[in-house]
């Protein structure tokens, strides 16, 4: 981080300002560590590695520090040569390409191939991941002038109250342990007027919804493998996908239903969807079949549900649908901040 990164932080525990209080090291006017401290509580915080840490490196979200740091570039864009993580993120936000002088906030951001996207903008980006993965994106992105690369809580985000024009949580909120809750706190560090932009896995309602996540196998499975160590789950996806490759390879090939059933045998199948590699399309399916099997949370909402929390936050403009099935199937919402 920088000194002036200063000026998005708060203490999280009480939301004063905070200081730095000491720098070990530091290159070309970033702190690569140091000590933060809060100015009211007094509570310290570290910089490791250049980035602030308010959470401990080990917790719930450790599986996913594991994958990211195991894939950290399998789904950039800049790796594949294919534009699906851009398409994804300019689709849901419907956000300009130019926002310089704006600042824009990721929450989540894993290891950081949406924060690539962002930072592309030309906006101050402030990214937040709660797990170890904040390691891997700023190995790819923390090179960016325009980027703060933070690990943090999302039910107690280290930010200043209305900081940010932009606001973005993709892929991360089912993840969660408290939903609602989480999805609420990304209102407290917007400016008045600016835009959230959240995805959720989708869930239809009604009884047809309820039958249907009933019947996805990895419902069934996941109240055993997510208990499992992260390193020994992710060494049987890895073994599994890979001994099933060749007869995956063969199901996708059933007219209509082929990809489908290999999904439901736990073989992320993406052949068809995106066109890459062989070996990619195997990477992508070791790093997904993990995906849908270790965190400790995973809760579909519905495009009802969604609405509501938008609507209980006071936002407006408040848009929340299916997102288009090329670029992402799960449940879209975007609103803004409304003024007290």
């Not at 199901?251 to 990619?280: F, K, T």
Request: one cysteine or more; a positive charge.
């Amino acid at each position: 981080m920088r000194k002036e990164h200063l000026s998005y932080l708060a203490c999280p525990a009480c939301k004063a300002e905070l200081a730095i209080a000491d720098i070990q090291q530091e290159h070309g006017g970033r702190i690569e560590s140091g000590t933060l401290c809060c100015s009211a509580c007094g509570q310290e915080y570290l910089i490791l590695r250049h980035i602030p840490r308010f959470v401990p490196l080990e917790n719930y979200a450790s599986n996913f520090g594991l994958q990211w740091g195991l894939h950290a570039k399998t789904q950039f864009d800049s790796v594949t040569g294919l534009n699906i993580s851009e398409a994804r993120f300019f689709a849901e936000t419907e956000w300009s390409r130019d926002l310089s002088g704006k600042t824009l906030l990721e929450v989540g951001s894993g290891a950081g191939r949406f924060t690539e996207q962002a930072v592309s903008t030309g906006a101050m980006v402030v990214s937040l991941d709660y797990s170890i993965a904040v390691d891997a994106n700023y190995a790819s992105n923390g090179h960016h002038d325009n980027l703060l690369i933070v690990q943090g809580d999302i039910y107690h985000l280290p930010f200043r109250d209305n900081a940010f024009d932009k606001t973005l949580c993709i892929g991360v909120l089912q993840h969660t342990p408290r939903v609602k809750e989480a999805f609420l706190a990304l209102t407290r560090p917007m400016k008045v007027g600016g835009s959230l932009v959240v995805d959720f896995y989708p869930k239809e309602s009604g009884v047809r919804g309820t039958i249907k996540h009933l019947l996805r196998t990895k419902y069934w499975v996941r109240p055993f493998t997510r208990r499992v160590p992260p390193e020994r789950l992710y060494g049987w996806c890895n073994r599994y996908v890979t001994f099933m490759w060749p007869l995956a390879r063969w199901i996708n090939r059933i007219p209509r239903i082929g990809r489908y059933l290999n999904w439901a045998l736990l073989i992320a199948d993406y052949r068809g969807r995106y066109p890459l590699s062989e070996s990619m399309l195997k990477e992508w399916a070791i790093l997904d079949t993990f995906d849908m099997l270790a965190p400790a949370y995973d809760s579909p909402q519905t495009v009802e549900t969604v609405r509501a929390w938008y609507q209980e936050a006071g936002m407006v403009n408040i848009q929340v649908q299916l997102g288009c099935a090329d670029v992402f199937r799960g449940v879209v919402g975007r609103g803004s901040k409304h003024g007290s």
